[in-house]
């Protein structure tokens, strides 16, 4: 019996995404957007959805992060072993690429949910014996290499995912993609849908375009410009030959010189979505003419929640993992119990920041934690803009933890790091700072729960949702963050958490205006709010982070989100 045969029983949603994460273990992911895919997939299974995962094996991950003394990002390629995880499944598809054919096989990994559903995912690999030694590194590096490099993984990701799962015997109803790096899969859809010439006459009408449409969905996730995967029309055609006629992919996704995947998606696709109501607006602006609808992103209540507090939860609110609107009554928990789970997660995180450091930080300063993709427009180094200003603010009051990978070919985000840790070293004798080096889900999961603020401070609208805020509100710590993205819809000023900058209808000044006022707003703020309430008002405190859990994390998870796409995209 086939290793499928439970998953070939009624036919699946097809998720494609370029990264998947799903567990600190297997690195085929590189930030947000995998993580999002996970956490998608394990609501899948919970909820018992009818959903099947596609993506890249990356046998080599996105890479591990070493950092120098003098902050200088070193990467390493990460060693993991699928068959730790996966099993080899024995069918095998090919796609065609610059002429020659390239074998593809796919490992199965099962999402097993705690109340019994089952997700499966496969893991696409080229690294196969009669390909050619080039070929067989394809689903080496995520995100690795040149335009070559990335055209050959999205072509193995879009066209040969379709094949492996029709060789697999799965019978699919919708296809979403998540993001435009799976677009291709748009085109080995037109060619199986195709119409016989005897039956329109017309050279063009043979591309069943509705027929296609009306089985594809795509969620677009940045509205960074550079974010919109483009190929150049020549690389196409020598990547793919004849499989589409230039024409008509032109007239698909075509702008004057590229192909654009976003797009292709977008042409291809009956139902599209933004991932929280401002990058709707946003890509309705980038994108005219397109019905572009809203649905705002969610985390994985289970996975983004420190142990004491499931703990708690479970006492208070039994079945809440599968059903987080019970965090609605999170007033019923006694401020003290919530204190002391929040400590436990605290003394966890400062521990480990002072094992692997040694910053000496202590269990009861105000602590901030600050970690994402160190790029450009996350602004990471926004809280040192007045170093005289935040030294008077917070010498001794406050310590603040940081971790983030940046994109091995992003300097600017390499220089980022850089000058944090020039000034985690001009601070050291006022504020004491930690880089934590390598960044990945199981770190991501001690900082958003072990630090008393989680800050962020993008540079508006480049901010398409976040996540990681609604992961540190799971565990009751507070939110200060610029109001974009997600914020935008969770923040009540005060009550919440706390806003950063202008109001979100404030068109957004030049960047040195930003800066300016963004970061004398955090400083005020910090200076005024955030510390007195610390130190002073305790229970004050407690009550945030009741209205974190019980505002924030109840609605900002990903069963609401899953339930929304399955009742406005699926069906
Ligand atoms: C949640 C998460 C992210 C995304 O965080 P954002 O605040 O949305 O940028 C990135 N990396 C890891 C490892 C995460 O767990």
Redesign the pocket.
Known sequence: MSLLTDFLDEPKIAYFSMEI?LRKEIPTYS??LG?LAGDTIKSAADLKLPLTAVTLLSRKGFFEQDITPEGRQIEHPSEWNPSDFMELLPEKVTVEIEGRAVSVRAWLYIVESIVGGRVPVLFLDTDMEENSPEDRTITDYLYGGDRLYRIKQEIVLGIGGVRMLSALGFEIKKYHMNEGHSAFLTLELLRRYRRSIEEVWDEKLIWDTEKVRSMCVFTTHTPVEAGHDRFSHDLVARCLGDFIPLDVLKELGGEEDNLNMTLLALNLSDYVNGVAKKHRDVSRVMFPGYEIHAITNGVHSFTWTSDSFKRLFDGYFPGWANEPELLVRVEKIPHEEIWQAHMEAKRHLIDYVNDTTGTGMNHDTLTIGFA??ATAYKRGDLLFRDIERLKRIAGGKVQIIYAGKAHPQDEPGKKTIERIFSYIGELRDSIKIAYLKN???EI?LKMVSGVDVWL?TPLRPLEAS????M?AAHNGVLNFSVLDGWWIEGYIEGYTGWSIGPAPSELTPDEETADRRDSEDLYNKLEQEIIPLFYNDRDGWIRMMQHAIGKIAYYFNSHRMMRRYVTEGYL
């Open positions: 994460g930030g947000g993580v994402r993709r960044y990945n889900m991501a962020n976040g996540t990681s805020g992961k």
